[in-house]
């Protein structure tokens, strides 16, 4: 049975865990503000542009642009997949989720899988199983802005341009709520035909007039598209992660309250023993005499 003093020390313990992770939490939410309103600013635009550049690009032959030309299967096909994960940990399972997904995608791949590791806890887990990275972004989310993603996006876009690899995915948590995440595992290169064959049907097949050519309004619309949908990612992933970082707080705070309540009442009874002892002891020495 352990003393009292143990136990005052491991309750003094326990006081000062709650103390910090009630800390973490408000802080937490005070960034969770601010994420979820880049995020909701940035999803309309992300989305109208997908939904325009779509429809543009379903009335043109797409070996107009490298970037809508998707390549015949190779036994050599390299993929580059762009996974997501956060900087810090004490976020319950966010990290693990994009990095199981991310597992999973690469062992399903037929294609060589080349990886661009955006953040700490990614970089660490899958750096060191001797996979191929081609890049790797640490601590970008405390200052995040659109250069970063743009940074990457270049990366990727030269990549697939090159040949080095012969198509792109995107590996990410999606914001959905405080309490949900989604995994999405996206294809960002090239330019999905499904997708654009959506758009052509849901515009009715409306013919447009160029100036200037096509050719020279997609290079500038498709490289601003590819920036774009991985900033969105990025502020997704960003938002995703101080809302599990908020829950995982959250429920570790009210752990703690539970764990002091157990131990204030286990001391109570040891030191009830403890009185109850003494006192028999008192009692039983007085009629001994």
């Not at 899988?113 to 806890?121: D, E, M, N, Q, T």
Request: with cysteine.
């Amino acid at each position: 049975m352990p003393s009292l003093i143990d136990l005052r020390r491991r309750i003094r313990a326990v006081k000062n865990t709650e103390q910090i992770t009630k800390a973490m939490k408000m802080v937490a939410a005070s960034k969770l503000r601010r994420a979820q309103e880049r995020i909701m600013n940035a999803r309309p635009y992300a989305q109208q542009m997908q939904r325009v550049l779509s429809s543009v690009a379903s009335r043109v032959d797409p070996s107009i642009h490298p970037l809508l030309v998707a390549r015949e299967k190779r036994p050599d096909s390299r993929t580059l997949a762009i996974i997501v994960t956060g900087d810090k940990g004490l976020c319950g399972s966010f990290n693990t989720n994009v990095i199981k997904g991310a597992v999973g995608f690469i062992t399903e791949s037929t294609d060589t899988c080349v990886l661009g590791l955006v953040g700490r806890k990614g970089r660490d887990f899958l750096g060191r199983r001797g996979l191929e990275v081609m890049f790797e972004e640490v601590g970008i989310f405390q200052k995040l802005s659109y250069g970063d993603g743009q940074k990457i996006a270049q990366t990727a876009i030269e990549a697939f341009i090159s040949e080095r690899v012969d198509r792109v995915v995107l590996i990410y948590n999606e914001f959905k709520s405080v309490m949900t995440q989604r995994l999405v595992v996206d294809q960002l290169l090239p330019v999905s035909r499904g997708e654009v064959d959506a758009g052509a049907v849901s515009d009715g097949q409306v013919d447009y007039l160029y100036e200037p050519s096509p050719q020279e309004i997609f290079n500038q619309l498709l490289p601003r598209y590819v920036e774009v949908q991985v900033y969105r990612a990025l502020l997704e992933s960003n938002a995703a992660f101080f809302a599990a970082q908020m829950t995982a707080m959250d429920t570790a705070t009210k752990n703690s309250r539970e764990m002091i309540s157990n131990l204030t009442l286990y001391m109570n009874k040891v030191r009830q023993a403890a009185i109850t002892r003494e006192i028999i002891e008192v009692v039983s020495g007085a009629q001994a005499l």
